[in-house]
């Protein structure tokens, strides 16, 4: 059974449509992340689900339960929202118990599940501090505390790492990916951030526009793009797609990941695409070199320490299963076997 279903859920105001006809499921026990740019739907969607928007067509099903017209207390779920939305005034125990005491469950169970949680996220010698007295990123244990402590099998994420720095997103990344499997939660994460999705995620929604673009695995994102719009979204640095006609044909755009370029050592004369360097960006572990072919720029990625200077010439080189083409005009997966890409100029 699926732990959330969307049914065509559309959520407009007036003629704007924030999410349109959205549909997609995740089982029960699986990491999924609602990925795409600022304005994409992503958070109303999470909203939806959540209660704290009213659904304008379609259904929001969970754990097989119709809760499209339920209130977001009846829909037994959990959230952690971008703010920490702490209680000032109450202790760090205070504000994960807080939900609890509003539902009236007795004190000892009460203490059973706070040490159990506060264990877990290692903030037992923070409980009787207040939030102003503790880090971001302990407040952020304590906002997923008050979560996990309402042992709810659905938890709801929206942006819940945009206010730290970036190593303690890295560290956080890791903890709320260890936690959501320990303890068998469905959970729905929001994010604009590709990396947070690839490296947590079971499941990845890309939206764009109020619309779900692709749903799929992190591995068959980056492997089998569906658009230029995925292509580029997904992957650091993105995807190049370029318009090479020389090499693609007519009406076709070329992608290439920049880690499957290379650069040709000349014993194929004549093979390969002529490049100009524009740019070496060394980063220790590799390279990034910015180079031109014709009017397009490609961004090629070596690894270690490369010898180019702005303005060289250079030859580019990549296999023919490395390449992805997409239709110019729509910017759709054209399946390679159907078109002949010639690597030669």
Not at 115 to 141: C, F, H, M, N
Not at 147 to 160: F, G, N, Q
């Amino acid at each position: 059974m699926s732990a959330i279903r969307l049914q065509e859920v559309t959520k407009a105001w007036g003629e704007a449509r924030a999410v349109d006809s959205v549909s997609f499921e995740t089982a029960a026990g699986r990491f999924a992340v609602l990925l795409g740019p600022s304005g994409c739907g992503k958070s109303t969607t999470l909203r939806l689900i959540a209660g704290l928007e009213q659904v304008t067509a379609g259904r929001v099903l969970i754990a097989g339960q119709d809760v499209t017209s339920l209130a977001p207390a009846a829909r037994r779920i959990s959230m952690v929202f971008q703010s920490y939305a702490l209680f000032p005034h109450l202790s760090v125990a205070e504000n994960i118990l807080f939900g609890l005491k509003v539902r009236g469950v007795p004190a000892a169970e009460q203490e059973k599940r706070l040490k159990r949680v506060a264990d877990l996220l290692g903030i037992a010698k923070l409980l009787e501090r207040k939030p102003s007295q503790i880090s971001g990123g302990q407040q952020q244990r304590v906002a997923l505390g008050r979560a996990i402590i309402a042992e709810a099998s659905v938890c709801l994420m929206d942006e819940p790492l945009s206010n730290l720095d970036a190593q303690l997103r890295h560290e956080m990344r890791r903890e709320i990916r260890s936690l959501q499997q320990e303890l068998g939660m469905t959970m729905i994460y929001v994010t604009h951030d590709q990396t947070e999705a690839m490296s947590m995620a079971d499941q990845v929604v890309l939206m764009k526009e109020g619309r779900i673009i692709q749903n799929a695995s992190p591995a068959e994102l980056y492997a089998r793009p569906v658009s230029a719009f995925a292509a580029r979204f997904i992957g650091t640095p993105p995807m190049n797609v370029v318009s090479l006609p020389s090499i693609t044909g007519e009406g076709l755009l070329l992608g290439i990941r920049p880690e499957h370029i290379r650069l040709d050592d000349g014993r194929n004369k004549g093979k390969g695409v002529a490049a100009q360097v524009d740019a070496v960006e060394y980063l220790g572990a590799d390279s990034l070199v910015t180079c031109r072919v014709g009017a397009e720029i490609l961004t090629v990625r070596l690894p270690g320490q490369v010898e180019l200077k702005r303005s060289s010439e250079a030859r580019l080189a990549w296999d023919p299963e490395a390449v992805h083409l997409f239709d110019a005009a729509s910017g759709l997966r054209v399946e390679r076997e159907t078109h002949t890409v010639v690597l030669t100029t």
